[in-house]
Nanobody, 124 residues
Framework: QVQLVASGGGLVQAGGSLSLLCRAS????????MGWFRQAPGKEREFVAA????????DYGESVKGRFTISRDNAKNTVSLQMNSLKPEDTAVYSC?????????????????WGQGAQVTVSS
């Protein structure tokens, strides 16, 4: 079983940057695919980014391509989301998730474990 804890959210002005960190417990972290999803008030959960167990494969939602970067450090059991050129529409609660089958899935249903969310607020 994997427990996930996200941190690093906050308030930033449009055009600014934030970095989110997801720490995982468990000795098998390096075998899990990891993803970030977000949900804004009144909206459906949206895929943001994903990375495979090895880190060699990544995928991004269309709205964040070219602005966000996902990475992982298997030695530290962490996955990061670097968010640049933030826009007010990026405002949401961001959650990290782990997929036991190891791939960089874009569908939330493919993930087995979820962490609590981190609030990201981008002011205009």
């Amino acid at each position: 079983q994997v427990q996930l804890v996200a941190s690093g959210g906050g308030l930033v002005q449009a055009g600014g940057s934030l970095s989110l960190l997801c720490r995982a417990s468990g000795r098998t972290f390096s075998s899990y695919g990891m993803g970030w999803f977000r949900q804004a008030p009144g909206k459906e959960r949206e895929f943001v980014a994903a990375i495979s167990w090895s880190g060699r494969n990544t995928d991004y939602g269309e709205s964040v391509k070219g602005r966000f970067t996902i990475s992982r450090d298997n030695a530290k059991n962490t996955v990061s989301l670097q968010m640049n050129s933030l826009k007010p529409e990026d405002t949401a609660v961001y959650s990290c998730a782990a997929a036991a089958t190891g791939w960089a899935y874009t569908q939330a249903a493919s993930y087995d474990y979820w962490g609590q969310g981190a609030q990201v607020t981008v002011s205009s």
